[in-house]
């Protein structure tokens, strides 16, 4: 088995804390993405199993052995670097094969048999005899990949390799990427702070924030059903709309209400919540779960719309609180027009006010899917 | 502004007669620029176009003061100091012991700055402002005590008294140390992942990488060499151990009936000359690169 683990991985750099208690579980030819915003570890997370830092607390094991302090050429990991890590004055075969030539255990034949092979893959055989200067930033990139690819390790680990791509090689990248590694099936932790390219790579995704895991699960589940007030706001672009509210029962019906608005919750409510009536919690929709109805229980006074083309994402405050909502393309909306709206009362999710842990999505199926993933994972999250 | 650009192209010409504007006449229209330019560049090129005029001429023609043209001499000068009195035997020495000063002087520095760049120590920082120290005191005011130390170490009358001094250089190590911090750290943390060693890393990554610096540190270092006069002078007693500067040095009592012969000693000079002017042609470019300087 060769998939990675970490027990309890904790940096601290001087003051700051980088990374604090991370248990992390990629399984064998599995491609996990760890995403969260600048500044909440990744890096260093990654760095830790690389063995370019040394872990102040916890434990790294790579294919079911203790690798916490074995040194990052004997970890037998591939890393590709944010910005390529070229050698400047080496062609693209001299950069892929300098860190072959250093194991011995390849002969020459080998060697070009490995890089003929891996051009091939990332179709960059006309390119190897130029040097990086001579390249486009994609050009590099690949050649930075083909560099890992011929080393067949038993881990890639990957920061951020697509962020200094335009836009469009980025999602042209990310294809090959997610076909490369479904043709190579090799173990791979991706790192980046793109949650669109997270979803779409990850088998799973890990989410982190201020130096811990948040959350681990298929990209679905994890739009489907976020651990935490956190993971809700940070997936999906724009996030989930949150606002605190307070749960009210009336006989069988239960609503989260805030200021005049009100959301009921579909029936059966699960005791989870209604043993909570009359408490704060978080009630977090989506954008896109909401949608315009005549005389509904939300009032939205719109600030600003941004047509996207295939929606217009409308701005505005329910009471208090920003909200944003996805309608309909050339809806009749302007600034400063109250819209009367609706919640999918499927798509509903609390989170608790003073942890942020969701305690209900009301969608059923989701949420028994979430909570075989998180006995599956355990331990994970401290929130 | 009311002007339209085609007056605006036509003032400018007029009103900046300094401007760089390259063309083909026969006098460039910064005339009086260039002859300043000329002017200035025989000022300082003076000393060399006489010593080189004067290595043509005898010994009365040299003392004639308003003779400054080509002597009858001709090539004598040099035939002579070669032939005669050994120039070739100096300026081997000399070129034995740059070439050993350059070698042993980069590899030593290169090593530090890898050290000071790539690795971590302690007391890193006071090491480094240690090295940076030494500047103060050059090999001149060293001079009694390395003596007393190539005294006692037998090395008297040898290269190794001759080079060793001059191994080690704080400017060298200073200005490879800060090329390398400017080596990104992923090439390095790459090396590190596919278990690339350090001494491959150097020879491999560093070397390449810095081509540039080290031969400009080489040309510099080869010509720092070459002039050295007084430890050479102090610490070779044999004539024909001795390097060309100190041997400049016994060509001055070669004259004859008092008068020195200047000829002779103005050829030993160009000669001397010669290969610090060659290897600063040859390097100009990696030179300029050393210094920033390069476009
Ligand atoms: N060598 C270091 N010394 C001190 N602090 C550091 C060091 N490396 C990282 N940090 C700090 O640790 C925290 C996490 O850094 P890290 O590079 O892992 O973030 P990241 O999630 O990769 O962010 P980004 O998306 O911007 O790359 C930051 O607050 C950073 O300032
Ligand atoms: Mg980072």
Redesign the interface.
Same mark, same amino acid.
């Given at each position: 088995m060769t998939g990675i683990t970490t027990t309890d991985l904790v940096k601290r750099f001087d003051d700051v804390t980088a990374v604090d208690g991370v248990d992390l579980n990629v399984r064998e030819g599995e491609f996990l993405v760890l995403v969260g915003p600048s500044g909440c570890g990744k890096s260093t997370t990654l /760095?830790l199993l =690389? +063995?370019?830092e040394s872990p102040t607390e916890g434990a790294v094991a790579i294919a079911d052995e203790d690798v916490t302090t074995t040194? !990052? +050429?004997? /970890?037998d990991? =591939? %890393?590709v670097?944010?910005?390529? =890590?070229l050698? !400047?004055? %080496?062609t693209a075969r001299e950069n892929m094969t300098? +860190?072959l030539t250093?194991?011995t255990q390849f002969t020459d034949d080998e060697v070009n048999d490995r890089v003929a092979e891996a051009a091939e893959i990332l179709d960059i055989e006309d390119l190897l005899d130029r040097t990086p200067s001579a390249l486009s930033g994609g050009e590099q990139q690949r050649v930075a990949i083909g /560099?890992a690819l011929v /080393?067949d390790p038993e881990v890639f680990l990957m920061d951020e390799p697509l962020s200094n791509l335009d836009a469009k090689l980025r999602v042209q990248m990310r294809a090959e990427l997610a076909e490369l590694h479904a043709q190579l099936q090799t173990t791979t932790l991706y790192v980046t702070h793109d949650q669109v390219e997270a979803m779409t790579l990850g088998d799973r995704v890990a989410v982190m924030n201020d130096g811990e895991i948040q959350q681990v699960a298929p990209p679905q589940l994890l739009y489907d059903a976020p651990a935490t007030r956190f993971v809700a706001e940070f997936i999906g672009s724009p996030g989930m709309n949150t606002v605190e509210g307070t749960i009210k029962r009336r006989g069988d019906a239960v609503h989260v209400t805030w200021e005049q608005n009100t959301v009921p919750l579909p029936r059966p409510v699960p005791e989870a919540v209604t043993s909570r009536a009359g408490e704060s919690v978080v009630l977090g929709v989506r954008p896109e779960d909401l949608s315009q109805e005549k005389r509904g229980p939300l009032n939205m006074e719109v600030t600003v719309t941004e047509p996207l083309g295939d929606s217009l994402l409308t701005r505005g405050v329910v009471g208090a609180t920003e909200m944003e909502v996805s309608l309909p393309p050339r809806s009749a909306v302007n600034v400063g027009d109250v819209l009367s709206l609706t919640a999918d009362p499927q798509r509903l999710h609390l989170f608790d006010v003073e942890t942020g842990a969701a305690f209900y999505h009301s969608a059923d199926d989701v949420a028994s899917e979430a909570t075989d993933q998180t006995a599956r994972d355990a331990p994970r999250s401290r929130t | 502004m009311s002007l339209d650009t085609e007056d605006t192209a036509v003032g400018t010409r007029e009103d900046e007669p300094l401007s760089i504007i390259s063309d083909t006449r026969l006098v460039p229209a910064q005339w009086r620029v260039h002859l300043g330019l000329i002017g200035s560049i025989l000022l300082m090129a003076s000393p060399l176009l006489l010593a080189f005029v004067m290595s043509t001429q005898t010994v009365p023609e040299v003392y004639d003061i308003t003779n400054v043209g080509i002597g009858s001499d001709g090539l004598a000068n040099y035939v002579e100091v070669f032939t005669t009195y050994g120039m070739a035997s100096y300026m081997f020495n000399s070129l034995v012991m740059s070439i050993v000063v350059t070698v042993a002087k980069i590899a030593v520095s290169l090593l530090a700055a890898v050290a000071l760049v790539f690795y971590d120590f302690r007391f890193k920082n006071a090491i480094f402002f240690l090295i940076l120290f030494t500047l103060m005191f050059p090999v001149p005011v060293r001079i009694v005590p390395l003596y007393e130390m190539m005294a006692a170490l037998g090395w008297t009358n040898t290269l190794l008294a001759l080079t060793g001094p001059y191994v080690a250089s704080a400017t060298a190590v200073f200005l490879l140390r800060q090329h390398f911090m400017s080596i990104p750290d992923s090439l390095v943390e790459s090396a590190k992942v596919d278990g690339v060693g350090p001494l491959r890393f150097l020879w491999d990554v560093l070397i390449p990488m810095s081509r540039g610096m080290i031969s400009g540190l080489s040309v510099i270092t080869f010509i720092y060499a070459w002039n050295q006069y007084l430890w050479p002078l102090i610490v070779i007693s044999d004539q024909n151990k001795q390097v060309v500067q100190v041997g400049m040095k016994y060509l001055q009592s070669v004259g004859n009936a008092g008068q020195t012969d200047w000829g002779l000693i103005m050829a030993g000079a160009v000669l001397t000359l010669l290969p610090p002017l060659l290897a600063l042609i040859v390097f100009r470019g990696p030179l300029l690169e050393t210094f920033g300087l390069s476009e």
């Open positions: /760095r =690389a +063995g370019l040194s !990052p +050429g004997e /970890r990991v =591939a %890393m670097f944010q910005s390529y =890590a050698y !400047p004055h %080496m300098f +860190g250093t194991a /560099r /080393r | -």
